[in-house]
């Protein structure tokens, strides 16, 4: 079975790289050309561990290709994954555009049966509007083809992208007909050995399900967010009422972690887009769009907590960053609330010295004046507070009497509750965290 990915982003890269693990003939096409001339290079121009050693391993096997050459790896596709963006809109839509413009590529180089898999997470309904497309070009050159739609969406956390695919929690397939089920099913094979559960329905679902799984995560983000936010006020501490309540298997211990709320590529994305999907069809999710506005006001209070920590005044201070990245095994940067959290801060006079593990690159053309870094220790250097942001596994060991000491005031503001109050305070340090 040969299969063409249209899309090297994240979602396309990791799909195209861990079917031809399977054993799947790849061909993985992309219109920017120097994208996949650096991936003929072996530059992976994402950071995903383990992604990497997949990719070299199935091009030197002779299973995964790159290509700028669509149709020819159309033509020579039993199933086409589209795998390219769905930026939002304003109004919380998606963004379609290059959706279609895919589509229609397809219908112009379909020269035999094939089956069009959405891999993009996309609005109810789009991958009916994909076959629509794709008629309207076979119509245009005057042709009959013969070809399925289906929905597959995806389910991959970034920094553990290549292990969800292969150690799924499940395989979510939309499809209409008896043929593409059994095609896709086909290509899942392996799966089926470790017995991963499968999820069959129609198109409608399979779209929806994405959203549904989204938003109910980010909706346990947002409400132990607003505990934290109350524990504070009332003499609480949120992580051990977020055991008492993770013990409760009907609950479940995972995103009830306080912070300064979700970003990336998926959840705040993600959210809108089924609220105003909601709104499109004459329903309101109130509670997605109440976890959407409590995120918002997440990173208010957040700044304000820095703030308060630094006397009210930020004009004057220096304050040093550690974490940019939404989130630990990534470089993503989309929505990160460290990027919010670092403008503010400039816009309120400090000075911002920053570092993360792996995101410098992407973040430097976004904040600023922000200095950027060699490592935690020289983020510290001559600072007024140092704030953690994002739990990369090396902020969780530093050599606190170092930073105290490169710190002009021993002040920590720590947003993801990495470290303990009493150990802290007890070490000299002035600690400010969440909910606690």
């Given at each position: 079975?040969?299969?063409?990915?249209?899309?090297?982003?994240?979602?396309?890269?990791?799909?195209?790289?861990?079917?031809?693990?399977?054993?799947?003939?790849?061909?993985?096409?992309?219109?920017?050309?120097?994208?996949?001339?650096?991936?003929?290079?072996?530059?992976?121009?994402?950071?995903?561990?383990?992604?990497?050693?997949?990719?070299?391993?199935?091009?030197?096997?002779?299973?995964?290709?790159?290509?700028?050459?669509?149709?020819?790896?159309?033509?020579?596709?039993?199933?086409?994954?589209?795998?390219?963006?769905?930026?939002?809109?304003?109004?919380?839509?998606?963004?379609?555009?290059?959706?279609?413009?895919?589509?229609?590529?397809?219908?112009?180089?379909?020269?035999?049966?094939?089956?069009?898999?959405?891999?993009?997470?996309?609005?109810?309904?789009?991958?009916?509007?994909?076959?629509?497309?794709?008629?309207?070009?076979?119509?245009?050159?005057?042709?009959?083809?013969?070809?399925?739609?289906?929905?597959?969406?995806?389910?991959?956390?970034?920094?553990?992208?290549?292990?969800?695919?292969?150690?799924?929690?499940?395989?979510?397939?939309?499809?209409?007909?008896?043929?593409?089920?059994?095609?896709?099913?086909?290509?899942?094979?392996?799966?089926?050995?470790?017995?991963?559960?499968?999820?069959?329905?129609?198109?409608?679902?399979?779209?929806?399900?994405?959203?549904?799984?989204?938003?109910?995560?980010?909706?346990?983000?947002?409400?132990?967010?607003?505990?934290?936010?109350?524990?504070?006020?009332?003499?609480?501490?949120?992580?051990?009422?977020?055991?008492?309540?993770?013990?409760?298997?009907?609950?479940?211990?995972?995103?009830?972690?306080?912070?300064?709320?979700?970003?990336?590529?998926?959840?705040?994305?993600?959210?809108?887009?089924?609220?105003?999907?909601?709104?499109?069809?004459?329903e309101r999710l109130a509670i997605i769009e109440a976890v959407v506005a409590v995120n918002e006001a997440q990173r208010s209070r957040m700044l304000e907590?820095?703030?308060?920590?630094?006397?009210?005044?930020?004009?004057?201070?220096?304050?040093?960053?550690?974490?940019?990245?939404?989130?630990?095994?990534?470089?993503?940067?989309?929505?990160?609330?460290?990027?919010?959290?670092?403008?503010?801060?400039?816009?309120?006079?400090?000075?911002?010295?920053?570092?993360?593990?792996?995101?410098?690159?992407?973040?430097?053309?976004?904040?600023?004046?922000?200095?950027?870094?060699?490592?935690?220790?020289?983020?510290?250097?001559?600072?007024?507070?140092?704030?953690?942001?994002?739990?990369?596994?090396?902020?969780?060991?530093?050599?606190?009497?170092?930073?105290?000491?490169?710190?002009?005031?021993?002040?920590?503001?720590?947003?993801?509750?990495?470290?303990?109050?009493?150990?802290?305070?007890?070490?000299?340090?002035?600690?400010?965290?969440?909910?606690?």
């Amino acid at each position: 079975m040969n299969v063409c990915v249209i899309g090297t982003g994240y979602v396309g890269l990791v799909t195209g790289a861990c079917f031809a693990e399977f054993g799947v003939q790849v061909t993985c096409v992309d219109n920017d050309a120097d994208k996949i001339a650096a991936l003929e290079r072996g530059e992976i121009p994402i950071y995903e561990p383990g992604l990497d050693t997949v990719v070299s391993r199935n091009v030197s096997q002779g299973r995964l290709a790159f290509s700028t050459d669509t149709q020819d790896a159309i033509e020579g596709s039993l199933v086409i994954f589209i795998a390219v963006g769905t930026p939002p809109r304003e109004d919380g839509s998606t963004d379609l555009r290059f959706v279609e413009q895919v589509a229609r590529e397809i219908g112009r180089s379909m020269n035999g049966y094939k089956v069009v898999v959405t891999k993009s997470t996309v609005p109810v309904g789009t991958s009916y509007k994909v076959r629509d497309w794709i008629r309207e070009e076979l119509e245009a050159k005057g042709e009959e083809v013969r070809f399925s739609v289906a929905s597959n969406p995806e389910f991959l956390r970034e920094g553990a992208a290549v292990s969800d695919f292969m150690r799924p929690d499940r395989v979510v397939i939309g499809a209409d007909d008896d043929e593409a089920l059994a095609v896709i099913r086909d290509l899942y094979r392996p799966l089926f050995l470790n017995e991963t559960p499968f999820v069959m329905t129609n198109i409608p679902t399979a779209e929806m399900t994405k959203y549904a799984a989204n938003a109910f995560l980010a909706t346990k983000i947002s409400f132990i967010n607003e505990v934290a936010n109350l524990c504070e006020r009332i003499g609480g501490d949120v992580h051990a009422l977020a055991r008492g309540m993770g013990l409760d298997r009907r609950i479940g211990s995972k995103f009830l972690h306080p912070g300064p709320g979700f970003g990336g590529s998926c959840f705040p994305k993600d959210t809108r887009s089924a609220a105003h999907q909601a709104r499109e069809a004459g329903e309101r999710l109130a509670i997605i769009e109440a976890v959407v506005a409590v995120n918002e006001a997440q990173r208010s209070r957040m700044l304000e907590k820095i703030r308060a920590a630094l006397g009210g005044d930020l004009s004057e201070a220096t304050v040093a960053v550690l974490g940019l990245s939404f989130k630990p095994e990534t470089d993503d940067i989309r929505e990160a609330p460290a990027i919010d959290i670092v403008r503010g801060l400039q816009e309120g006079g400090a000075k911002v010295r920053a570092f993360d593990p792996v995101a410098m690159r992407k973040a430097e053309p976004v904040l600023g004046d922000a200095t950027l870094c060699k490592d935690a220790y020289e983020a510290c250097a001559g600072a007024d507070a140092l704030v953690l942001v994002t739990e990369w596994n090396q902020f969780r060991m530093l050599d606190l009497e170092r930073i105290k000491g490169l710190l002009r005031r021993p002040l920590v503001v720590d947003l993801r509750n990495i470290y303990e109050p009493g150990p802290m305070r007890a070490a000299g340090f002035e600690y400010a965290c969440v909910g606690r």
